[in-house]
């Protein structure tokens, strides 16, 4: 056993290691996805952050340009004035310094620009006509307001774009480290599946091996019983020869003895008729102890030499009966089983009508491929015996059952009589036992005959009993029976 249950062990161990690694690989893959795309994912908004910089950038750009605009504009007019279209631009630098400005707080070369920035572009709406507050005045600076502006903003597009590339860069690594991560599971899991592979299939080898060698070896025990069988079925029938024999041989002493005894009672009743004289006129010339032995004793004795011989008789009967049984081929064929219990009960009628009772016959019932002769004897004795061993307290009831359980048939007969004590319940089958108060007439080989008769339709018989209350014998068969006939194709019905 340790040997056949070994290799299996080592391949679920394997099998385990390597749905060990697989998910390792998997997990791995997963928390290593999973961190490198909030990674790539806070690159992402790192880009998109750079792209609102530049666009603040170029928006500040782009308004100063508007406002240089403006100013060329009143120089040609030889004229100073300020529209509505001027304090749009002047708000839209306001709020492009203060996002940006926010918007670089975490890069100290930006935030380094921005007071210069704000500067330039206070002096660039100054000249513009614009009114600018007293604390963003500066005075004149010695070189362009607007080309400062336009080299602090192109300092810093510069500068954001080495951070769009760096991050653009940071992106794309991560991206290839996935890639990789993939690559390398992906290496993983196909080296897990070729060993797995390899164990499966090594594995398969041996239980093919196995499987042939456990055939082989069903093969031999197949033969070995079939031989085995045929040795019991020869001894079987040897014994039932034996039986057949010896009950035989055994019923000539038998009626020998019989015979020999009525010969002697008919030679005592002459020596009484001899003697009846003398009693009656000489009393004395016969002693009390020869008329005892001839009128008391011998008498006595002849009667009991024939009672043993008779009830001898009947037990040989009843051996020769069962080896007849044994002998007998059986005949199976596609029987209506509620029609056949029907029959049964038909002939017990008078029995049960004289006992008061009544059989119930449940419908409806399977039919069953048995020998019928040898199912009716069975029903027969069951039925019988429950009659027979009625309770005097109540009214007998007989209730006979049938249920198909797969490739087999229940049948229960069910009373409500004595019952058996159930310490008797595996002896009732024996030959010439019986159980209780032998108060009926029988020899005690009813159950013997329905258990060798269960026996060799293929099936078995079991007993449940509460003395008092009743007891119920369940028959199981098969409903196939091919043992010693060929099985025919069902009829239609």
């Not at 040609?76 to 839209?92: F, S």
């Not at 019928?372 to 007998?396: F, H, M, T």
């Not at 108060?439 to 079991?462: F, M, S, W």
């Amino acid at each position: 056993m340790f040997a056949a249950t070994e290799p299996h062990k080592n391949f679920r161990s394997a099998i385990g290691r390597f749905l060990a690694v697989g998910f390792a690989a998997l997990l791995g893959v997963i928390v290593s996805a999973g961190v490198l795309m909030a990674v790539s994912q806070q690159q992402s908004r790192w880009i998109v952050h750079t792209h609102q910089v530049q666009t603040e950038i170029s928006s500040i750009r782009l308004s100063v340009t508007q406002l240089i605009g403006v100013k060329l504009g009143n120089r040609l007019r030889q004229k100073h004035e300020g529209d509505q279209h001027t304090d749009t631009i002047k708000a839209t630098l306001d709020r492009s310094i203060a996002t940006l400005s926010r918007m670089t707080n975490d890069n100290p070369r930006q935030q380094a620009r921005i007071p210069l920035l704000a500067i330039s572009v206070a002096q660039v709406e100054e000249e513009a006509g614009l009114d600018v507050p007293l604390d963003a005045r500066v005075g004149t600076l010695s070189d362009d307001p607007a080309e400062r502006v336009t080299a602090l903003c192109a300092t810093m597009l510069d500068e954001e774009n080495l951070l769009m590339a760096h991050r653009y860069k940071r992106r794309s690594d991560i991206a290839s480290a996935l890639y990789v991560i993939l690559g390398l599971t992906a290496v993983l899991l196909l080296i897990v599946a070729v060993l797995a592979y390899i164990t499966i299939r090594s594995y398969t080898r041996e239980i093919t091996a196995s499987r042939q060698a456990l055939r082989a070896a069903n093969d031999g025990l197949e033969a070995a019983v079939q031989e085995r069988t045929g040795d019991l079925m020869r001894a079987n029938a040897e014994i039932q020869r034996f039986a057949y024999i010896v009950s035989h041989d055994l019923r000539s002493p038998l009626v020998n003895i019989l015979g020999f005894t009525a010969e002697i009672e008919s030679a005592i009743h002459i020596l009484r008729t001899e003697l009846e004289p003398r009693l009656d006129g000489q009393p004395l010339s016969v002693t009390p102890v020869v008329e005892t032995i001839m009128t008391e004793e011998m008498p006595e004795a002849i009667d009991f030499i024939r009672t043993s011989a008779m009830k001898m008789d009947r037990l040989i009967n009843a051996i020769l009966h069962l080896s007849r049984l044994g002998a007998r081929r059986l005949n199976p064929a596609w029987q209506p089983l509620h029609a056949l219990v029907q029959t049964v009960a038909d002939t017990l009628q008078t029995l049960v009508n004289q006992s008061g009772g009544a059989i119930e016959i449940a419908s409806p019932m399977p039919d069953m491929f048995v020998d019928g002769v040898a199912l009716e004897q069975i029903l027969a004795n069951l039925i019988e015996n429950a009659i027979k061993y009625r309770s005097p307290d109540r009214v007998l009831r007989v209730d006979v059952t049938a249920q198909r359980m797969g490739d087999r048939v229940a049948i229960a007969v069910a009373d409500n009589g004595r019952g058996i004590d159930t310490r008797d319940t595996d002896r009732v089958f024996d030959l010439f036992r019986r159980s209780g108060m032998q108060d009926q007439p029988g020899e005690g080989i009813g159950l013997a005959h329905v258990r060798a008769l269960a026996y060799r339709l293929g099936g078995t018989i079991g007993l449940e009993t509460t003395l008092g209350v009743g007891s119920t014998f369940t028959l199981i068969l098969p409903v196939h029976f091919s043992e010693e006939v060929p099985s025919d194709s069902k009829p239609s019905q």
